[in-house]
Every structure is written in C-alpha cells, then in structure tokens.
C-alpha cells in the first residue's frame, strides 16, 4: 500500500478529542476502499478552525508506516 487518497472531513467540534489527546489516530476511508489509520499529530498542520478538511495523498513504506501526507490543493471558483 505505497499511497492511497483520503477524503476527510471533520468539523472543528469533532476534531477537539484528536487535538486534546483523548484519542490518538483517525480511521478514514480511502477513495478505492480501503480502511486507513492515521495518527492525528500528521494531520494537526492541516487543521484550522473550521476542523480538518480536504484530500490527502497519503504515502506508506513498504511496512505500512506513514511515510508523508500531503493535502491536495482546492480547485478555485473561476468567474
């Protein structure tokens, strides 16, 4: 499982437990279906105060340890 992309939505009410350590990873769905583990301090750069939201290219090695997270960039309303 080199890389997978995640989808996640959290509100910022729902992210709080991630952000006060009460629980420590985050299951989320994959685009093909696969369930993912990721521990929360990866996805504490990419949270702001509406909670954690986007598409993420997540990378593994070949053990299935994280090796980075990248969030993909929104598309833009054009005119």
């Not at 006060?20 to 301090?41: C, E």
């Not at 939201?53 to 054009?78: N, S």
């Amino acid at each position: 499982m080199p890389q997978v992309i995640c989808p996640i939505a959290l509100s910022a009410d729902r992210w709080l437990p991630y952000y006060q350590g009460a629980v420590r990873a985050l299951v989320v769905r994959s685009l093909d279906g696969r369930s993912v583990q990721l521990p929360a301090s990866a996805l504490r750069p990419f949270v702001d105060h509406d909670g954690l939201h986007g598409i993420f290219i997540v990378d593994f090695d070949e053990a299935g340890r994280l090796r980075g997270l990248q969030r993909l960039p929104l598309p833009t309303r054009g005119a």
